[in-house]
């Protein structure tokens, strides 16, 4: 497969009016039967891989099968041995394997990368050296060893910055230079939180454009910083993003493992001066309110399958997520997705269980739902329901990937995380039809497998819902079509079994041996780090890195017992005192509250006696907080379900994500029949505290 070939397949992909012969040939300037042999080309690859073929209909026009996206997975821009470089190409790539090395690269070592002659590369090597030299950088050589680039880091590092592009957005195709010069899956996912915790705490956020530079350099950054090459001496210039680019810093030395240097916080604030902003903040103000809603829908809906959903954090976290992001819109364009079509044919329980449970989430949005919302939904609820059903079947897989392995780890991350497998194998996809049958249950691969002998269910890397379903389908085939051993008592040692295991018992310490208060989460931090590394996993594998528990959040000094109020403004305004003290909100935000349950209604009374008011991400929160007073004599709050309320929880909130974990298991908690009960016998804050921290762990599992 050629370049044009590839070209002609993204052509095909992306376009929003039918190709024709004819506008192929006048876009590549070719002449129209080698478009013929081109297609017949692409048609071959399909037909190797089951894949509907192209059609040509009058008029010399492509139709392409429902599944021709599928072919996308099967190129790669990676492979140049298949994907003929130009000689442009083959001159930014070689730069940009000189530019990120520390070391001396031979002309060898780039033409075997390259699968092109030693001599190509030096016929090609003057514009090689001329390129370079346009970012101010020059290419030494050795005799013995090499070419090497001499000149500033900062300067080799926009060069690289340049070389990658900063235009790119999620889902948009790299390209081979890009791929040479950008992290991994790991690190990228941990840098993605914190770029986006940071925006939301120092109120800055970029635009799209602006939150991808960023993103590039960083990872740029990373990747030097790890080769032991760092940012040469800055002059100190005071700006206003400095302490933003400080917390930046702080944050992926934590999480990234590397080293830092002053002069990286002041170029990286220079960079962060010089990019755009959004003047309008991308954050919807009824988000919380949307979670709140999502956790009460979740449990109707529990009540309505007779299935217990309000466990499974996963499922929480997705559907408020979809629900922010889409239902807010006042008009959404779903595309055209066979898969869930399928799957809500064959679930039509479930979305008449979602069908009769909608008014709850129709109050909190600005339009009516229809047929694809619900149906939307209704696959959400289909995935919860599989991993449930999945969760104590123990099956041997193996994972197939055709990316690196960032994205093969990330892929197995998930699978254990959501599903009781034995992980027997990770393999390239190329290596599946040499998998010998018995060796595993079935396969999990990123691309359809040719001529594997095994069973196998094709998933995107990011395993979304779709996946979910898909896998569980497999899983019922594999069950239903031959009888397999059981293995349930093979317990395997996970990483994170063991930490499960470990925090209850580390994170007790300040209370059983008078352990200096937040020196357990430090020391947790150490374990968690310790127990990964030993299982060779990737930071991105603690996927709650930047979300405290709720009894971080509710400690002794954030609880205050027998509060007299006369009315559920009165308590609602006492809730946020000690969070107004303590820098935690402003006071607009507490009329903020006020006016939003006026507005609403009680719909923050998620349980009986038991409220937690609060208000929109723009209202006046400063930092992520709660604070729990319990009342003296319980008021009413207008909720004929739930009323009096007893206790009442001040919640602020800075982003979509930090609290959700906190909140998540809260509302688990209010659901064991005797945990407000011992609230409400407790004598003082210390021993409220305590009871809050046993119960968590209690429902953490």
């Given amino acids: 497969m050629n370049k044009r070939i590839v070209s002609i397949i993204y052509e095909l992909y992306h376009a929003s009016t039918e190709v024709s012969i ?53 190129i790669s821009d990676e492979d140049f041995y298949t994907y003929k470089l130009s000689k442009e190409e083959r001159v930014k790539i070689a730069a940009s394997f000189l530019v990120s090395s520390s070391e001396y690269i031979t002309l060898s070592a780039i033409a075997d990368s390259l699968f092109v002659s030693r001599a190509t590369i030096i016929h090609d090597l003057d514009e090689i050296k001329q390129f370079i030299r346009k970012g101010n950088l020059s290419v030494l050589s050795h005799p013995n060893k090499g070419l090497r680039v001499e000149g500033l880091e900062s300067d080799k590092r926009l060069f690289l910055m340049k070389l990658a592009g900063a235009k790119g957005v999620p889902g948009s195709r790299q390209d081979a230079v890009t791929k040479n010069i950008s992290l991994q899956a790991g690190n990228r996912i941990i ?53 933003m680019a400080q917390d930046i810093m702080k944050y992926i030395v ?94 039509q329980d479930v979305l008449e269980a979602v069908v009769k449970r909608k008014t709850i989430i129709q109050s909190c949005i600005r339009r009516e739902l229809d047929g694809k919302d619900l149906e939307y939904i209704a696959v959400h609820v289909c995935a919860a329901l599989e991993r449930k059903k999945n969760k104590g079947v123990s099956f041997h897989v193996i994972v197939a990937c055709h990316a690196g392995i960032g994205t093969s780890q990330l892929l197995l991350e998930k699978l254990k995380t ?43 890397p990011m395993l979304n819902d779709e996946d979910y379903v898909r896998v569980g389908n497999k899983i019922d085939t594999v069950k239903n079509s031959r009888h397999l051993p059981s293995r349930l008592e093979n317990s395997e040692i996970t990483a994170r079994g063991m930490i499960e295991r470990l925090e209850p018992m580390i994170m007790g310490l300040e209370t059983e041996v008078g352990l200096e208060p937040g020196r357990a989460a430090e020391l947790m931090k150490k374990v968690k780090k310790t127990v990964r590394e030993y ?57 903020a509250m006020i006016a939003n349950i006026e507005e609403h209604g009680p719909y923050v009374v998620l349980s009986p006696g038991f409220a937690v008011p609060h208000e929109g991400l723009e209202a006046g929160s ?10 003296k004599t319980p008021v009413e709050f207008g909720s004929e379900e739930f009323d009096p309320v007893e206790f009442v929880c001040c919640l602020s909130a800075v982003d979509h994500k930090t609290h959700l974990k906190a909140f998540f298991h809260l509302v688990n908690m209010l659901q064991t029949e005797d945990f407000k009960e011992r609230l409400h016998v407790c004598g003082t804050a210390k021993e409220a505290a305590k009871v809050i921290e046993e119960y968590e762990y209690g429902v953490m599992g």
């Fill in 22 to 74: 004819g506008s192929l040939a006048e876009k590549f300037k070719i002449s129209q039967r080698t478009v013929r042999n081109d297609l017949n080309g692409i048609n071959d690859l399909l037909r190797e891989n089951k894949l509907s073929l192209l059609q040509l209909k009058s008029g010399g026009r492509i139709i392409c099968g429902e599944d021709f996206e599928k072919v996308l997975l099967l």
């Fill in 191 to 243: 840098v993605q939180k914190i770029l986006n915790e940071q925006e939301h705490i120092h109120v800055s956020f970029f635009t799209d454009a602006a939150f991808h530079k960023i993103l590039l350099y960083l990872g740029i950054m990373i990747n030097r910083s790890m080769q032991g090459e760092f940012i040469e001496e800055q002059k100190r210039v005071s700006n206003a993003k400095y302490h």
């Fill in 254 to 347: 934590q999480y990234c493992h590397i080293q830092t240097t002053e002069h990286e916080v002041q170029f990286l604030s220079n960079l962060l001066t010089g990019v755009r902003y959004l003047n309008n903040k991308p954050v919807q103000k009824n988000v919380l309110q949307i979670q709140m809603i999502t956790r009460q829908f979740i449990g109707k809906l529990s009540d309505e399958l007779s299935v217990n959903l309000n466990d499974d954090y996963d499922f929480f976290e997705s559907l408020s997520n979809h629900l922010a992001s889409v239902l807010a819109e006042k008009e959404v364009s779903y595309p055209e997705n066979a898969v869930i079509d399928e799957i809500v044919e064959k679930n």
């Fill in 418 to 460: 959501h599903f009781h497998f034995q992980i027997v194998d990770v393999v390239s996809s190329h290596e599946a039809k040499n998998l010998e049958p018995g060796k595993a249950d079935f396969v999990i691969s990123t691309v359809p497998l040719e001529g594997c002998k095994l069973d196998y269910v094709v998933v995107s």
């Fill in 535 to 591: 299982f060779r996993q990737s930071p991105e594998a603690d996927a709650e890195i930047f979300s405290p528990c709720l009894h971080h959040l509710l400690s002794p000094d954030h609880i205050v017992l027998d509060v007299e109020c006369r009315d559920w403004k009165e308590a609602v305004r006492k809730s946020g005192e000690k969070l107004l003290e303590q820098g935690y909100i402003e006071s607009r935000y507490i009329d």
């Fill in 622 to 631: 400063i930092k992520v907080g709660m604070n729990l007073i319990r009342l």
